[in-house]
């Protein structure tokens, strides 16, 4: 049986990954200017599925605590994520061969995807979970832009 390595992580690493899961989604439930990075985190998750779990769960726990935090409906996030991983990362792994360009569409369809699942909770329960204004695109391309940057 052929086993992948894991790499292991360092203290310092684990203490910023801690900090960032716990932290940042209560930081942006109180500086709204703060992106929620659902799509970066979301490509984490889909990519870190196979290669290191660590990440990949550390992305999910984020997502249910900025989904508890910002009030949002719980594991909606989790859900749309996995559902990229398993319906569109692989025929989009093999469509495109540029892993910038895969990276930058599966973050945009990730966040997409996400806050259109959104607007239908919302027409469904009558409910204003989320207001679609200039904001919510601002999340979108500073989710984009600090994606471009790593």
């Known amino acids: 049986m052929y086993q992948k390595e894991?790499?292991?992580l360092s203290f310092l690493q684990w203490t910023s990954l801690v900090s960032l899961v716990a932290?940042?989604?209560i930081l942006v439930s109180i500086y709204t200017m703060l992106p929620p990075l659902i799509?970066?985190?979301?490509?984490?998750?889909v990519t870190n599925m196979d290669k290191n779990r660590?990440?990949?769960l550390a992305g999910m726990l984020y997502l249910v605590n900025l989904d508890l935090n910002l009030t949002l409906p719980l594991l909606l996030s989790v859900?749309?994520?996995v559902m990229v991983q398993v319906f569109i990362y692989p025929r989009l792994k093999r469509l495109i061969y540029c892993q910038v360009c895969l990276f930058l569409i599966l973050i945009v369809v990730?966040?997409?995807?996400y806050y259109f699942s959104l607007f239908i909770y919302d027409f469904i329960f009558n409910s204003s979970t989320i207001i679609a204004d200039v904001m919510l695109i601002f999340y979108i391309v500073v989710d984009v832009m600090i994606g471009v940057l790593l």
């Open 6 to 8: 894991q790499k292991k």
């Open 23 to 25: 932290f940042y989604p």
């Open 39 to 45: 799509g970066l985190v979301g490509y984490i998750v």
């Open 54 to 56: 660590i990440y990949a």
């Open 79 to 81: 859900f749309m994520v």
């Open 110 to 113: 990730i966040d997409f995807l």
